[in-house]
Every structure is written in structure tokens, then in C-alpha cells.
């Protein structure tokens, strides 16, 4: 009876392991370059965020001192002689109208900013560090 001598000789313990602890390492390094890259485009996106919040505090900013003017020509409207503006439209009018469009346009860039600010976390990054835990705690 013959028997059968294996022809390559099986990995060792120590080699099981050390090849388990360099996948692992690996897997950290590859999470951290994934996580960089994310985060790269996130700072990208926040400055386009940061762009239109500024737009959007400037013209919220022209909107309350338009506002202020149009109360001091309201006032001033308001205890004229009757007849007195022969303009069909008030100055104050004029006044109102535009702080309108300046609060709808620091309205649209608020939003604008808001919406991009809401896409900062990074997180496919996120995600698949969950699904290396979950895969490192069960494979155990």
C-alpha cells in the first residue's frame, strides 16, 4: 500500500496569520486612500457651498437695507400733504419691489448653499467602513 505524500506542504499558522494581518492592513490602507479622495471632493463642493452662501448673505444683507430704506420712505410717504407726489408709483414702492427680488434671490442662493452643504459627509466612505467591520467581526 502506498502512500500519499502531499505535494506542497500546507502554510504554517504564523504564515495564516500574517497574511490575515496584511489583508487587514491593506484593506485599513486602501479605506484611508478612498477616504482622502472623498473628502478632497467634499472640500471642493464646500467651497462652491461657501460661494453661495456668501452670495446668498450679501444679498439678504442689500435686502434688509433696502427694507430700512423703503420704511423711512413709507413714513415719509405717509405723513406727505395729499397730492403732494405726482409719480404714480411711490418711491417706496420702487423701494419694495427691489428688496422683493434681492430676498428671493439670498432665498435661491440659501438654498443653493444648503443643498450643497447637505452632500459634505463622505458617505460611501462611511459605508464601506461599515461593511469592512461587519466583514473583519464575522469572518471570525
Not at 463642493?45 to 420704511?71: D, P, Q, Y
Request: net charge neutral.
Amino acid at each position: 500500500m502506498a502512500s500519499q505524500v502531499p505535494t506542497t506542504p500546507e502554510p504554517g499558522m504564523t504564515t495564516l496569520v500574517r497574511g490575515i494581518v496584511n489583508d487587514i492592513g491593506d484593506l485599513v490602507k486602501a479605506q484611508i486612500q478612498f477616504a482622502r479622495a472623498e473628502i478632497k471632493e467634499d472640500i471642493r463642493r464646500s467651497k462652491e457651498a461657501c460661494a453661495f452662501l456668501a452670495l446668498g448673505a450679501g444679498s439678504a444683507f442689500a435686502a434688509v437695507l433696502f427694507l430700512g430704506l423703503m420704511v423711512v420712505h413709507l413714513l415719509h410717504w405717509l405723513t406727505a400733504p395729499p397730492n403732494t407726489d405726482p409719480s404714480r408709483l411711490p418711491l417706496w414702492g420702487c423701494h419694495a419691489i427691489v428688496t422683493g427680488v434681492f430676498i428671493i434671490a439670498g432665498v435661491g442662493f440659501f438654498a443653493a448653499a444648503r443643498k450643497l452643504f447637505s452632500n459634505a459627509l463622505p458617505e460611501q466612505t462611511v459605508q464601506t467602513a461599515k461593511e469592512n467591520v461587519e466583514w473583519i467581526t464575522n469572518s471570525k
